[in-house]
């Protein structure tokens, strides 16, 4: 049994970038042109997967209609919340703090922003969301819209990677990644086969 999942970053909200975690943005003119451009003429999903987050739903809505196949949303891919960083730029936040995002990079358990989303209690709930989906959909190619710190926690997770190492991965804006899981006597071995790239340039591999 082979199971194939697609992830694909959101575009750039309104707003540019910003460290915004959960705050509602929708895509810009900008970001849609970048979600449709990864995604090319590429159709081979059979069903969407999307977090409710409006930068990701309303896109993988918009692609569900236009390629005929069902979408649901998963609550748990979800950005994790940034606490008193939401909604702040890197330049902002580094204003007066120079060293304050490489510190978080090489620590981000200690280096914490206040009221962020605890990095464990993140990783523990896209990792079950991961597992939730695999047993629903297990032999079929889906398609995951979801967020940079989502795709990172779902790396690390397949992967072996301690999470506290995956803001070590750079996502960029509508980059895709793909990992496909083999399934044989009730164990599962995930395979990263490519990553922050675009689907047009990968339509004939299916």
């Known amino acids: 049994m082979l199971t194939t999942i697609d992830l694909i970053r959101h575009g750039e909200p309104v707003g540019g970038r910003k460290y915004r975690g ?22 081979q999903w059979q069903r969407i997967i999307t977090s409710p987050l409006s930068r990701c739903q309303a896109f993988a809505e918009a692609l569900a209609e236009k390629r005929g196949i069902p979408v649901s949303v998963e609550a748990r891919f979800k950005e994790v919340t940034f606490g008193v960083w939401e909604g702040q730029t890197s330049a902002q936040l580094t204003a007066h703090h120079p060293d304050l995002l490489f510190d978080f990079r090489c620590d981000p358990v200690a280096q914490r922003p206040a009221g962020a989303e605890l990095l464990a209690d993140f990783h523990a709930r896209v990792m079950a969301g991961w597992q939730a989906m695999l047993d629903a959909h297990s032999g079929e190619h889906l398609l995951v819209v979801c967020h940079a710190g989502v795709i990172r926690m779902l790396l690390s997770g397949t992967l072996g990677m301690p999470a506290h190492n995956a803001y070590r991965i750079q996502v960029g804006s509508a980059a895709v990644s793909r990992i496909e899981v083999e399934e044989r006597h009730g164990k599962r071995l995930p395979t990263l086969l490519f990553h922050d790239g675009v689907l047009a340039s990968h339509a004939q591999s299916g």
């Open 22 to 43: 959960q705050t509602d943005d929708p895509l810009s003119e900008k970001g849609w042109a970048q979600m449709w451009k990864a995604v090319g003429d590429y159709a």
